[in-house]
């Protein structure tokens, strides 16, 4: 689909990030899942050479050591050059590790050659497009954070290894600024940086804050998600009804959206009442337990990235919060959880990064007692109906 046309394609955000990479800025661009981070890196692709841009999207989540990550971006770059491009630059890293090889290898005298460093031949690749004389280069990093989180698991060689790579990808942005980054995240990257002791790396990089779509914009990709035959049981849905259904998913994320789109059924109506009778229909048949796959992604994440103690007191908070629509304020959860020992200010911390997230969002952090409540409505429905047991 050409999205350059569409209100909910992303083209505001993306000349406002091409308008900071052309004024030499490298881009943060954390956000909670689902909020349409991927997609927004596909359309600066899409977009790249429009602005004058040769943008490279990689996927790092799946990496568990640098040794992926580099591969992975090596990768990644490869397909962009030419196969002579690859091929010259592939020999001259073949010759340049036989010839004055980055570190010790045990192993015969060949094995320079047959063992690609793939941190030192990612530098050598970098390196080749920052002298690129025809083209600019940003690469588009997904998911950052959860790989440096699988290095951060390792203890603290992991953790060592970690704050290596942000200071190692550090000096390559100095070295070759030609060459521009945008990295992405859904878990928290500032508590990894804080605990590794690279939050000056993480400082160079100036955030872009991506929001949810617009009551408009999120109007008008609802009603095509009919037109475009993505429905199965719809090929109308009326501005009426797409109204209806944006209400009630509250958090405008283009995901949720055509999850509960995805079911209705029903003949189009204008009649506000009659939409409102649908759309609570498809709700109902949205929140089952065969759609844990809709949800499910929200416990993983904190099963995944949380340590024990954490996890246990956030599944505590959000439970609590499930069952009060209207939110609760800090002390009152604190009395919730009951918890011996918990502290306010661990509450705090912890609505913190439920905050950044996406679990939750918070009236006023400048309050005394800031209330928090669930941000996406129907995750909040889904919690309250298949709330998770802090310890399994």
């Known amino acids: 689909m050409d999205y350059t046309s569409k209100s909910y394609g992303r083209n ?6 091409y308008r900071l990479i052309n004024a030499g800025t490298d881009v943060s661009m954390p956000g909670p899942r689902r909020l349409g981070k991927t997609f927004v890196l596909e359309r600066l692709v899409e977009a790249g050479h429009a602005h004058g841009w040769e943008a490279i999207k990689v996927e790092v989540a799946g990496c568990k050591d640098t040794r992926g990550f580099f591969r992975q971006l090596c990768v990644g770059i490869g397909k962009h050059r030419s196969p002579g491009e690859n091929i010259t630059a592939w020999l001259r890293q073949r010759l340049g590790q036989a010839i004055d090889p980055r570190t010790d290898t045990n192993g015969a005298w060949y094995q320079h050659f047959i063992t690609l460093d793939h941190e030192a031949y990612f530098e050598r690749l970098v390196k080749a497009l920052h002298e690129d004389p025809n083209r600019r280069w940003l690469l588009l990093i997904d998911e950052l954070p959860i790989f440096l989180k699988a290095l951060h698991d390792q203890g603290q060689q992991g953790i060592e290894a970690a704050r290596t790579f942000m200071n190692h990808t550090s000096r390559l942005r100095v070295d070759y600024p030609k060459v521009r980054w945008l990295i992405t995240g859904s878990i928290g990257l500032e508590p990894l940086a804080q605990a590794g002791n690279y939050m000056g790396v ?16 999120a109007r008008d990709f609802v009603i095509d998600l009919a037109l475009t035959g993505r429905l199965v049981d719809r090929q109308l849905i009326t501005a009426t009804e797409a109204d209806s259904i944006v209400k009630a998913v509250g958090w405008r994320a283009a995901f949720y959206l055509e999850a509960l789109a995805s079911k209705l059924a029903g003949t189009p109506t204008e009649n506000a009442q009659e939409a409102a009778a649908l759309i609570e229909a498809a709700m109902a048949r949205l929140l089952q337990p065969n759609e844990l796959a809709t949800f499910g992604v929200w416990e993983e994440h904190l099963r995944k990235h949380y340590p024990d103690t954490d996890r246990a007191i956030a599944i505590a908070l959000l439970n609590d919060l499930a069952r009060h629509p209207q939110g609760l304020g800090i002390d009152a959860l604190l009395a919730a959880v009951g918890q011996p020992g918990l502290t306010r200010d661990a509450v705090r911390n912890l609505l913190m990064r439920l905050d950044a997230e996406g679990f939750i969002t918070i009236d006023d952090w400048g309050a005394d007692n800031p209330v928090a409540a669930f941000r996406n409505v129907l995750l909040r429905r889904w919690w309250t109906r298949f709330p998770p047991q802090a310890n399994t």
């Open 202 to 217: 993480l400082a160079k990089f100036q955030t872009y804050g991506l929001t949810t779509l617009s009551e408009v914009q």
């Open 12 to 17: 505001d955000e993306v000349a406002a990030i």
